[in-house]
């Protein structure tokens, strides 16, 4: 087989043989690629988005369940073992602004604008910390829609910028 020096005639099962490797082999050759070029584009969105300080999550709708990465995790303090829901991201949400996030959310399932909602929650200790969400909404192949994703971010340092220009732009209109 490895013998160059002389034509060899092969028969046809023999070239079938040879091409279903060779085919094997290709795609071998193929998945590896494919393989490798996932993990680099896994490794660039976990960079992009720990750079931003970004979360990511999955809402499952008809489980009920969250997939959250890391970084939403922190910003809601879930621990790592901890399977979020959508009723455990729910009560972190201020009081004050649950009905909002719930009707965003309601929007978004339901008419398939993107979800776009800033709103507080509420942490240990009484503190409270600023989130927007960003997020769209996949449908099943019947048209419903089975589970939403998308980003979350604290903005709490700007909402407090924006609270403190708002007061001092009152104090000189007085």
Same mark, same amino acid.
């Given at each position: ?48 988005? /720990? ?8 809402? !499952?709708?008809?489980?009920? $369940?969250?997939?959250?990465? *890391?970084? @939403? %995790? ?12 959508? /009723? ?8 004050? !602004?649950?009905?909002?996030? $719930?009707?965003?959310?309601? *929007?978004? @399932? %339901? ?64």
């Amino acid at each position: 087989f490895n013998d160059m020096r002389f034509e060899r005639n092969w028969t046809e099962p023999v070239i079938k043989r040879l091409k279903l490797v060779a085919q094997i082999f290709a795609n071998a050759l193929s998945r590896k690629r494919y393989d490798e070029n996932l993990r680099q584009s896994q490794i660039n969105l976990s960079l992009t988005t /720990e750079a931003a300080g970004a979360g990511l999550w999955r809402f !499952d709708v008809s489980a009920g $369940r969250v997939w959250a990465s *890391q970084r @939403l %995790r922190e910003l809601f303090h879930f621990s790592a073992d901890e399977k979020p829901t959508y /009723e455990s991201f729910n009560k972190v949400i201020h009081p004050d !602004d649950r009905h909002l996030v $719930r009707q965003a959310v309601e *929007q978004t @399932l %339901r008419s398939g604008e993107y979800l776009h909602v800033d709103y507080r929650i509420l942490l240990p200790g009484e503190q409270i910390r600023w989130i927007c969400a960003r997020g769209n909404r996949h449908l099943t192949p019947d048209g419903e829609p089975d589970s939403m994703m998308g980003v979350s971010v604290d903005i709490t340092e700007r909402m407090v910028m924006e609270n403190q220009l708002r007061d001092n732009l009152r104090v000189i209109e007085s």
